[in-house]
């Protein structure tokens, strides 16, 4: 029988390993054999053992006649490992011994048969790397934790390493990245938020100050941003609960959600927080029945409810939702009214039916 080239190239290590270890058996036989005929007297276990190893010698071996290659390849046909060999007789069941590839599944097959049907045949497996859990890329205003850009999907294939890169944006300047840009794909699906500030931006800071307005003054949707058609009373006191100083030494106030005033002290007057908390604390009045009016504010917006008067943020509802009010507080001309859900919305952003 002959064989490919590349047959008995892959086979010849194989077969010098057979022939050095029968030259070595060969060798061990006769020594024994020699050993034997010297000694004058040798037991009958001996004896047997001998004349078994004799016929054995005499028995010849059957050779094999078939030769299987085993090739692993990815999908563009890239061998993947060292093929493998397998041989028996024409007609006989092949024991396949397949290998598992780590991060690899095993999608499709060329030349798979059940017996040796042939004196030399290939048998090809084809494996695709397995897909590792999607990592998701968001891009964050640090000051207003709003999307500055659509989420961006980042996939890959298990085991494989990545590096990503935070994207540039026009008036913005990346602060600080939650989450790895670099590593090695899992599959754990993730997520990377990287922060941007406004670069007109220089401090974010806190704020705990109330001031009392002296005359109108307008609302803006951010510092230094649009004008909205919002303007806050004369007389009405108003907490802030963050201070933005830009680039041209303004100060903006944030007096809830997406409102912002520029401090102006021709406009408005700083107002003491402990004679606020003396005058709104205790003056709740109750109605004599439920009130049904409407959440009066920016379309497609929503305004800031309060655990109490100049309180705590607790939450929000959206511009036009229905509401119910049960109490309400007044004093120095600011009306604030609390709702079946106990908590406070002041006057201005309320509709009546």
């Known amino acids: 029988m002959k064989?490919?080239?590349?047959?008995?190239?892959?086979?010849?290590?194989?077969?010098?390993?057979?022939?050095?270890?029968k030259t070595?058996?060969?060798?061990?036989?006769?020594v024994t054999e020699n050993s034997v005929s010297q000694q004058p007297l040798i037991k009958s276990e001996n004896k047997k053992t001998v004349e078994i190893a004799k016929k054995m010698s005499h028995t010849k071996k059957e050779l094999q006649d078939s030769v299987l290659l085993i090739i692993y390849t990815d999908e563009n046909e890239n061998e993947l490992v060292t093929p493998q060999i397998v041989s028996g007789h024409l007609g006989e069941e092949i024991?396949?011994?397949?290998?598992?590839?780590?991060?690899?599944?095993?999608?499709?097959?060329?030349?798979?048969?059940?017996?040796?049907?042939?004196?030399?045949?290939?048998?090809?497996?084809?494996?695709?790397?397995?897909?590792?859990?999607?990592?998701?890329?968001f891009c964050r205003?640090?000051?207003?934790?709003?999307?500055?850009?659509?989420?961006?999907?980042?996939?890959?294939?298990?085991?494989?390493?990545?590096?990503?890169?935070?994207?540039?944006?026009?008036?913005?300047?990346l602060l600080n990245v939650k989450g790895s840009i670099r590593g090695t794909r899992s599959l754990e699906s993730s997520s990377l938020t990287f922060f941007y500030r406004r670069k007109a931006w220089l401090e974010?800071?806190?704020?705990?100050?109330?001031?009392?307005?002296?005359?109108?003054?307008?609302?803006?949707?951010?510092?230094?941003?649009?004008?909205?058609?919002?303007n806050l009373s004369p007389q009405t006191i108003w907490k802030t609960f963050a201070v933005i100083t830009t680039t041209d030494n303004a100060k903006w106030y944030c007096i809830g959600g997406p409102l912002w005033i520029t401090f102006n002290n021709t406009l408005m007057s700083i107002y003491e927080e402990d004679e606020t908390n003396e005058q709104y604390g205790h003056n709740f009045k109750k109605l004599a029945t439920l009130i049904e009016a409407t959440v009066d504010y920016v379309a497609d917006r929503s305004v800031?409810?309060?655990?109490?008067?100049?309180?705590?943020?607790?939450?929000?509802?959206?511009h036009g939702t229905?509401?119910?009010?049960?109490?309400?507080?007044?004093?120095?001309?600011?009306?604030?009214?609390?709702?079946?859900n106990s908590l406070w919305l002041p006057s201005q952003y309320i509709l009546f039916r």
């Open 3 to 21: 064989f490919p080239k590349f047959i008995k190239n892959l086979l010849s290590r194989d077969s010098r390993r057979k022939y050095a270890s």
């Open 24 to 30: 070595v058996k060969n060798d061990v036989k006769a």
């Open 95 to 137: 024991n396949y011994r397949i290998k598992s590839l780590k991060n690899y599944d095993l999608i499709n097959f060329k030349g798979f048969t059940k017996n040796y049907v042939d004196h030399y045949a290939i048998l090809t497996l084809i494996f695709r790397k397995k897909t590792a859990g999607s990592i998701w890329i």
């Open 141 to 173: 205003d640090v000051d207003t934790n709003e999307l500055i850009l659509s989420p961006k999907l980042s996939k890959g294939y298990l085991g494989d390493a990545y590096q990503l890169y935070s994207p540039s944006i026009p008036e913005y300047s």
């Open 204 to 230: 974010n800071e806190q704020s705990s100050l109330y001031f009392k307005m002296k005359s109108s003054v307008p609302v803006y949707d951010s510092p230094g941003g649009k004008r909205l058609k919002i």
């Open 304 to 318: 800031n409810l309060y655990d109490k008067p100049f309180g705590k943020i607790s939450g929000t509802l959206k």
């Open 322 to 340: 229905k509401i119910k009010i049960e109490y309400l507080e007044t004093s120095d001309k600011v009306t604030w009214y609390r709702l079946t």
